[in-house]
């Protein structure tokens, strides 16, 4: 998992001061690297019992990363989509143990599989998410017809 002993992820409310922190920092992030800040593809009131919004720390405290993970398309979907995953430059270990609770949350809600869609400017994270077992899937939604993104899905 994590190298970090002191690495703690917990589900909060996507809607608070340090959730709203992360998602700015990536958001912003994303509008350099793909023009496009993402904000639109996420609705922190979109709260679901099969799913979550989680934030990384270090024991002592300080934001590390975040992620959330909502059903894709109708609540009693099989497949959880993965959205806003971020882990701070220098967090290491950060966005794979995010992953990894994600995974585990997802299976822990009847998930069979977890996908997401990316930007595929966005190269770093196609590499990551290729290392950690995901592969391209069939798009869904406004990403049908978007050859700016690339949707990927691992088989829980």
């Known amino acids: 998992m994590d ?7 917990l589900a909060v409310d996507a809607a608070s001061l340090d959730a709203k922190l992360l998602l700015d920092e990536l958001s ?9 800040s993402g904000r639109s593809s996420f609705d922190v009131e979109a709260a679901t019992p099969r799913g979550g919004f989680y934030l990384a720390r270090d024991g ?9 993970l ?15 995953m971020y882990a701070r430059p220098g967090a290491t270990g950060v966005g794979a143990a995010l992953l990894a609770h994600v995974e585990a949350q997802a299976r822990r809600h009847g998930y069979q599989a977890v ?6 400017a966005n190269s770093r994270a196609v590499a990551f998410y290729a290392k950690h077992g995901y ?4 798009a869904w939604g406004k990403y049908v017809g978007a050859a700016q993104s690339v949707c990927l899905g691992k088989q829980l």
Request: charged residues 25%; neutral net charge.
């Open 60 to 68: 002592a405290s300080a934001l590390l990363g975040c992620a959330a």
């Open 3 to 9: 190298a970090r002993h002191d690495l703690v992820i």
């Open 115 to 120: 996908h997401l869609s990316t930007r595929v």
């Open 70 to 84: 909502r059903p894709l398309g109708e609540a009693d979907s099989a497949i959880g989509e993965l959205k806003r």
């Open 28 to 36: 912003d992030v994303l509008l350099r690297i793909n023009g496009d």
């Open 135 to 138: 592969a391209p899937v069939i």
